[in-house]
């Protein structure tokens, strides 16, 4: 039986949605309808191209993501970051105990293609709880393991459930893949995770490889902010968006007013199509011990230039939704 977070986060109909279908593919859970993809969760750590370093293998985030008509709109491995990773959530600055793991930048080094010798912190796929497809949408549970290998052995140092729904529906007159993403994080032991100030971390999209120059990528904000006006700003949602195969497309991440620090600081990057919700950014916390940090994000996929009022729309209907 589908767990009633997901299907109330599902029940956003203002028509009916399309059939999804879901498939394992070796380390890959697939999402389709029609023929067409709509996302693949990554699970363990994939294939790096060729020419990058193996350390940069990694797993535990969504890419390809698509738009309805087949476009793809997130980036994976780019040459400027090589441990982008579509969409992921990580925490960059922390401390733990005596360390400070990164688990944003996995595998960045001081080599001359910013690659290391190993990786010294990550977010890693732990196990798939459950996964299905059918007419009322699909969706995955899973499990994360945040570790900190700077110590012999491993420490453990958060536990995190992925719950993601995926559907395709008509909104207000407008096609869009949906992907409602609640993570929630909990400290493996009786350590807190100390988060200090810092610019980003937190959820991380990065955009088609395509949007790559400076001026090939538009971020829009809840606030009508662009992506220099809106960097280290707050929103409700933000939009990255460029063209692809000669025509707009994009996405829009809607943050729930439940989350912490809402409306939430955004870090949209003036020098690559990437975006964070970065929580830290407002001062100094941490995951303690006993208190779960939820995060609860939609990502809409469509089509189209960009649109502030339907977004809107589509906000005030996901902020009603538990």
């Not at 996302?39 to 060729?50: F, I, K, L, R, S």
């Not at 971020?219 to 409700?236: F, P, Q």
């Amino acid at each position: 039986m589908k767990p009633s977070l997901l299907l109330a986060a599902l029940l956003v109909a203002h028509s009916s949605a399309a059939e999804i279908q879901v498939e394992k593919q070796g380390s890959v859970l697939h999402f389709s309808t029609g023929g067409k993809t709509i996302c693949d969760y990554q699970m363990e750590a994939g294939e790096v191209p060729e020419g990058v370093s193996a350390v940069f293998k990694h797993g535990a985030h969504l890419h390809p993501v698509y738009s309805p008509s087949g476009k793809l709109v997130t980036g994976n491995h780019p040459e400027d970051h090589r441990w982008h990773r579509g969409i992921w959530m990580a925490w960059t600055k922390t401390e733990f105990g005596d360390s400070h793991p990164d688990f944003w930048n996995q595998g960045k080094g001081d080599g001359k293609n910013k690659s290391g010798d190993q990786i010294l912190a990550e977010v890693r796929f732990e196990k798939l709880d459950k996964s299905w497809g059918g007419a009322d949408g699909g969706g995955f549970i899973s499990q994360h393991l945040f570790l900190d290998h700077s110590h012999t052995p491993d420490q453990k140092v958060l536990n995190e459930t992925w719950e993601v729904a995926v559907a395709q529906k008509e909104l207000d007159g407008k096609p869009a893949n949906i992907i409602d993403l609640t993570s929630t994080q909990t400290c493996a032991g009786n350590q807190p995770l100390k988060l200090p100030k810092y610019h980003y971390g937190g959820l991380g999209v990065r955009g088609n490889l395509a949007w790559n120059p400076v001026d090939a990528v538009t971020m829009l904000t809840s606030e009508g902010h662009d992506r220099l006006k809106g960097d280290s700003t707050k929103g409700k949602w933000v939009h990255i968006g460029g063209q692809v195969d000669g025509a707009p497309t994009g996405m829009a991440i809607l943050i729930h007013p439940s989350n912490f620090r809402f409306p939430q600081p955004l870090r949209l990057n003036p020098k690559n199509p990437q975006l964070c919700i970065a929580p830290s950014q407002d001062g100094d916390w941490a995951i303690e011990p006993g208190k779960p940090y939820v995060s609860k994000y939609r990502i809409l996929v469509f089509d189209g230039a960009p649109d502030a009022k339907w977004i809107e729309a589509q906000w005030t209907t996901y902020s009603n939704t538990k």
